[in-house]
């Protein structure tokens, strides 16, 4: 295993360098993906092989990034699908982190963020109030708030330039995350596919003061979901409006239920364009390109 970076015992994650074979400097951020490991046993923390984490090769030509980008992944699966489809994204001067939720499932079945199976082992519906997993939520809710605050706090990366792409249970954790930053804390933007608002007494937890400062989002939702239905897309409307202002509740969310999608992650070239367009619109690029230029000059004022 690479040496450890830096260990977060609030959130159980070790960040580590990327490979010798790649090496890059966290300093000048020229990196794709940062090398995140969930750890469950610290005592274990020398015995973890290459395996519990995926690495991607960085671009050592690409601008210095501006951005993070992090997945969350839905019940049962795992960081890597998503590490593979942060690279395929390929956003401009953007690092890309995929984490693994830090709770393991039984008989090989994945990982879960949260604890949303009742007492016989069904799933607890989302439109379900249940007390239990709105405790688990709130767990998972503080474990990606530490790892944020690491990134903000260690690597002196602006909450501005954080931003957050969540699927399934994994938007359902980012949803709850957005509704509880402190009132002055705003990311760059989040994604929401197939999750957001969940019943529960977790809902009382958020902020309903309004002119908290607001988090760009992006919710798509199926009509023909049956496992995070359209109705909770209007729930998730409605808890946006009780804790920011109206006026950013109108520019700042926004919701499209797909007819004829199911719980599925992005499928259609029409919802990977809204999404790209949401990205183009809420990244913070610098002008690479007109920086390098001979002939601009530096006013001093």
């Known amino acids: 295993m690479d040496e450890v970076e830096q260990v977060h015992e609030a959130a159980r994650l070790a960040l580590t360098p990327p490979s010798r074979l790649y090496p890059c400097s966290y300093s000048q951020r020229r990196y794709r993906l940062v090398v995140v490991v969930a750890i469950s046993t610290w005592t274990s923390l020398t015995s973890l092989t290459p395996?519990?984490?995926?690495?991607?090769?960085?671009?050592?030509?690409?601008?210095?990034?501006?951005?993070?980008?992090?997945?969350?992944?839905?019940?049962?699966?795992?960081?890597e699908p998503f590490a593979r489809l942060g690279k395929q994204m390929e956003l401009p001067q953007t690092a890309v982190i995929s984490l693994r939720a830090p709770q393991e499932l039984p008989f090989g079945l994945g990982f879960t963020w949260m604890n949303d199976l009742d007492s016989i082992g069904d799933v607890i519906l989302p439109v379900t109030s249940h007390k239990q997993r709105s405790q688990s939520l709130e767990m998972a809710r503080d474990y990606i708030w530490s790892f944020l605050c690491v990134l903000h706090d260690r690597y002196s990366w602006s909450y501005s330039r954080l931003f957050?792409?969540?699927?399934?249970?994994?938007?359902?954790?980012?949803?709850?995350?957005?509704?509880?930053?402190p009132r002055?804390?705003?990311?760059?933007?989040?994604?929401?596919?197939?999750?957001?608002?969940?019943?529960?007494p977790h809902l009382s937890s958020s902020s309903s003061q309004g002119g908290a400062a607001a988090t760009p989002m992006l919710q798509v939702t199926g009509a023909a979901d049956d496992v995070y239905p359209a109705a909770l897309a209007e729930q998730s409307r409605r808890e946006v409006k009780r804790r920011y202002s109206q006026e950013a509740a109108i520019k700042l969310f926004t919701s499209l239920v797909r007819p004829g999608k199911g719980h599925a992650m992005i499928g259609s070239r029409e919802d990977m364009q809204q999404v790209m367009?949401?990205?183009?619109?809420?990244?913070?690029?610098?002008?690479?390109?007109?920086?390098?230029?001979?002939?601009?000059?530096?006013?001093?004022?």
Do not use: W
């Open 51 to 79: 395996h519990t984490f995926a690495s991607l090769q960085p671009h050592t030509s690409a601008p210095v990034a501006q951005n993070v980008l992090i997945f969350l992944h839905g019940r049962g699966d795992s960081h």
């Open 164 to 181: 957050v792409f969540g699927f399934s249970q994994g938007a359902c954790v980012a949803f709850h995350l957005a509704m509880t930053l």
């Open 184 to 200: 002055d804390v705003r990311l760059g933007g989040m994604v929401l596919v197939s999750g957001g608002a969940i019943a529960g």
């Open 277 to 301: 367009s949401f990205f183009s619109k809420h990244l913070y690029l610098r002008n690479i390109a007109l920086e390098n230029r001979s002939d601009v000059i530096e006013l001093q004022t």
